[in-house]
Structure formats: C-alpha cells, structure tokens
C-alpha cells in the first residue's frame, strides 16, 4: 500500500483545478494490479452557467473506498454522442474520493458553442483507464444565454385547429388563438440559404422556408400562438439524419432524429439552430414560433422508427436528440415550450411491446427520470386524446370499451377520462425545476362526422366538440386544444375519419378543397365566447343526456351563467 499513497501524495500535487490535464502514466505502473473491486461513487448535483456567462459551474461529490483506484474522482467533458470514455486520459479536475467539490471552468459562448451542448461525468482510474461513477450530467440553465429574453406570450383563449394554408381567412373568422404546422427536416435542406454555424456552413431549400414564412407569419402577426411539430421523414440525401444501421422501412412514416453520431449531432443542432433563430420573432417576415414539438406520438415507432429496442434504451436515444434540440431552442428564445408527443395509449398491453410500441406511461416516467438524473429541462407533453375508435365521435361513452378507467394504470386516456393526465402530472415528482405542473398541449383531436355503422353523425361530431373543448378550458393545468381538422381529408375519409369543419371535395384525391360548413364550424366559432357559448351548445345536453354542463364538468368556466 505505500506505493499507492505515494501515487495519491503526487496526484495531490497535480491535480490542481485546470483543463485538460493528463493521467501520469504512473497511476497505471502503480494501481494496474489492485484487484480490489471499485467501490466509489460520484454526483454532479449541480452544473450551470454563472451570472456572467464566463464560467460553467460544477459541483460535485463522490463517496465510498479509494480501493482500486489512485484515491482520486476525475471530471471529465464528453460531446452528447459519446457514451464511454475509451482510452482518453484527459480532466477537467480532480478531488479526493469522500470530498466536494465546487469547479468553474471556462464557458465562452460566442466562439464555442460546444460546451453548452456537452455533457459532464465523474470517474475513477483504476490503473488502465477511467471508469465512469456517476450519471452524465447537462447545464441545466442554458436558456441564460438566449437572446431573446421576452415572457412567453399566452393567448387569449385555448381553441386552436390544423389549417390548410389556403384557409387563413377561414380560421381568423373562427378566432382560433393556436395553429399547428409540420416541419420535415430534410423538406427544407436544399440551396438558396446559407447559414453558419460553429464553423460549418449549411445550405437551407430557401422556397420552402419562405412557404413556412408566410405562413407563421401570417398567423403569429395575428396573435395566434403557433406550434411546430417537427418530423424526421426519410430523404436518402441526408442520410445523417437518421441513425446509422437504419434503412428504410416499410410502414413507418418517420424516423428518431440522430444524435448519436457526431455527424448526425452536428447537423441536427445546425438544422435547429437554423430554425429557432429563424423564427424567434426578430424577423418580421418569418414570424414567431412559440412551441415546439419534437416528433409525432413517439410512443409508437411508426412515427419515430430506429429498430427494435427496450423502453430505457429507446427514451435514452430518443432524449439524446431532444436535448440536443431543446438547447438550440432555448438558448435562443429562453421561453419557447418543447414538447414530446404521445398518442392515447396510456397503459394498453395490448398496444405496447417493449420493441417499437410502448406505453404512454412508460415513456413519461422514463423520460423524466432520465431527466431528473442527468439534468432538468422544462419539457412538456402533447397529447391526442382522439376517441374509441376514432371512426365513433361519441367519447363519452369509451368506458365500455374496457380501455377506460379513472386512475393511472388505464390502458387509454382520452376526453373520457382526460383530468387521469393532469392528475398524474400534478405529482411532485413530475413537476419541473421550478416545482410547476409542466405545460400540456392537446396538439391532435378529431371527431367524425360520418360514421361507418349510422352515416351522418354531424350532431354528434359538434357535441364531441362542445363537450371536449369545455373540458379543456375548464381543466387549468391544459393550455391549447388543437383540432384536427379544418377540412375533410380525402385520404383520410377513405377510412371514414370525417374529421374536418368543412366537407371536401372527395373528386379531388390529392388535394383538399373545401365545400360546405357543417354543424361544428359554428359550434366552434362561438364555443369560447362569453355571449354565445351556451346557447351555441345547448342542443348537445339532449344528447348527452344532462340538463346543465357543470352536471358533467366539476369545473364548468362559464357555471356562473348557467340558468
């Protein structure tokens, strides 16, 4: 042993708080042939940029024997697609095992974005090589450097609808206050714009992104808060934007952004980067962008394909990419919401495997875990609460299918049951940082119109819609409902989802044309004014069987103008 505290002894005297220090090669000549097993434990429990933005801070601990070891924990920077530690030998810093420590190193910004992406790890050297002690851990504050610093904007009201382009008239006239578009990423590489990042050039599809302008534009100029949700679609001439080893795949309509490499990880942050500059609000023709949803309903791989892979081992890639995009969100509008999605299957054995399917809940409690583990971010949920089956508008009838229960274990939540979400988030342990529920957005709902087993069911699509849209403005800890759909979509009614406010013309296969108003487009225009809405709705009590609102919503907002 005296060996070894002579190791320690010439570890104290170089192991001063600095940058890229090397391991003496006598670590390994003196600790190689300790047999002992290690023991020693680490936790950064705090990782931060300071107030002035020079530094980030570091705290950490670490606890247990020095045995096998050279009586030292080491902090180590890794880049977000590294896992292991290989045969590096640099540090950060150093402390003795049983000690804190509390470090700032280096943080600049302006010519190295890097470190505001990175990752931080404590481990020990056991003679050979590092050995990893603690969970990686991420700047948790990176929204200080955005320069875009103003509150987020809430909007007059939650009713929002997924609108054809060529329809903005139609949904001002409705007074939606949230719209919902799609963003491919490899839609909008191509030429016309270059944008440099961190030393790289990348060239953006500059008539696609116009397209986007006018649009958001056009809707945030109007005090419509809008919401991206982002897709990874399949383009062989980006093939960095997928992981490698995966091809193309039949029945699956996008793929898992790709973080995991460091090509992959370097354009995913430029494409993101790109478009949270782009639409931060400073530009007066592009618009503003306020929430961002990264991925559709990722519970489910045919939204979000990468292979076959166990819930932890999928969330964890999953969360690589959305950390990745949650920083080049943040740290330019410190107040956008990001967002993951998730279809209706809560809990149902029947629609989760552990492979490409998997519960709601599963991916919500591994999620946070994870972040709770390795950094907070103040992430949020969108949601689909669609009804059962979706070809049916009733709801509220979806109890007697068996997926409905009224506590977290149930294999759906929908409208039905929709207060089980909230519920469930207002637990401590899923409130963020800040000890707030996190924000929830319904991004995807619908109602048909027309039913496979009776036809015409326009009545009850505009009860499914008074009912559900009360039940959200009445629920406090819910912010938007996003309707799905301002028109009919041909595609769509082949398998009788009549979803729209508007007929189509179903002759038109490849385009969607709008025809005539059904019963829900005014419903739905007047569903959130104070003056109107009761009466607006009062047909659907006969149909729900009730003779006030408040009846069936505890919370009913507009109780006290009931009769």
Request: charged share 20%; aromatic share 12%; net charge negative.
């Amino acid at each position: 042993m005296n060996r070894i505290v002579k190791t320690m002894m010439l570890a104290a005297a170089i192991c001063l708080l600095g940058t890229n220090l090397a391991v003496p090669k006598v670590f390994a000549d003196t600790v190689q042939n300790e047999a002992a097993a290690i023991s020693a434990k680490g936790s950064i429990s705090n990782c931060v940029i300071t107030a002035d933005k020079q530094k980030v801070q570091i705290d950490f601990s670490s606890t247990g024997s020095k045995e096998g070891t050279d009586g030292k924990v080491y902090l180590l920077e890794l880049q977000p697609y590294e896992d292991s530690l290989g045969k590096r030998t640099d540090y950060l810093a150093a402390k003795d095992i049983g000690e804190t420590a509390s470090i700032q190193i280096p943080f600049d910004y302006s010519s190295n974005k890097d470190r505001l992406y990175n990752k931080f790890v404590l481990a020990v050297w056991d003679g050979q090589k590092y050995v990893m002690v603690s969970s990686f851990r991420y700047i948790s504050n990176l929204e200080i450097v955005a320069a875009n610093q103003k509150a987020f904007k809430e909007p007059l009201t939650k009713k929002g609808l997924n609108i054809e382009l060529d329809m903005l008239k139609d949904a001002f006239t409705l007074g939606v206050k949230h719209a919902s578009t799609n963003i491919a990423f490899s839609q909008i590489m191509g030429t016309g714009i270059e944008y440099e990042y961190n030393g790289k050039t990348y060239h953006f599809n500059k008539a696609i992104v116009d397209d986007y302008d006018k649009t958001i534009n056009a809707l945030s100029s109007k005090d419509i808060s809008v919401t991206v949700i982002l897709l990874n679609d399949w383009n062989p001439a980006t093939p960095n934007l997928v992981h490698s080893g995966v091809q193309k795949t039949n029945n699956v309509f996008y793929y898992m952004f790709n973080a995991a490499t460091k090509e992959g990880y370097e354009q995913t942050r430029a494409i993101m980067s790109f478009l949270a500059e782009h639409y931060n609000g400073d530009n007066p023709d592009a618009g503003k962008v306020s929430n961002w949803v990264i991925g559709n309903e990722i519970n489910n791989q045919q939204w979000n394909y990468i292979g076959a892979m166990d819930v932890d081992s999928y969330v964890r890639e999953y969360q690589r990419a959305f950390r990745v995009m949650y920083t080049a969100i943040k740290s330019v509008s410190a107040n956008d919401r990001v967002y993951f999605s998730l279809d209706y299957y809560w809990n149902d054995p029947a629609n989760k495997n552990n492979k490409t399917r998997y519960g709601g809940k599963e991916i919500v409690d591994t999620f946070n875990n994870l972040v709770l583990q390795e950094g907070q971010m103040d992430w949020g949920l969108a949601y689909h609460p669609y009804p059962i089956p979706m070809t049916e508008p009733e709801f509220w009838d979806d109890a007697n299918t068996g997926l409905i229960t009224s506590d977290a274990t149930s294999p759906v939540i929908n409208f039905a049951n929709l207060s089980v979400l909230t519920d469930y988030f207002c637990q401590d342990a899923m409130k963020n940082a800040a000890g707030k529920v996190r924000h929830i957005i319904l991004t995807e709902e619908g109602f048909t119109s027309k039913s496979p087993t009776r036809g015409d069911v326009e009545d009850l699509q505009a009860a499914a819609i008074a009912y559900s849209y009360y039940l959200v403005d009445s629920n406090p800890y819910i912010d938007a409902y996003i309707l799905s759909r301002q028109v009919d979509a041909p595609s769509d009614a082949q398998s009788y989802l009549y979803f729209g406010l508007w007929y189509s013309d179903m002759n038109q296969k490849d385009r969607i044309v709008a025809t005539t108003q059904k019963r829900s487009w005014r419903v739905f225009l007047n569903v959130d004014n104070k003056r109107y809405t009761l009466d607006n709705t009062a047909f659907a009590k006969e149909i729900l069987g009730i003779e006030k609102w408040s009846d069936i919503i505890p919370n009913f907002r507009w109780r006290s103008l009931e009769k």
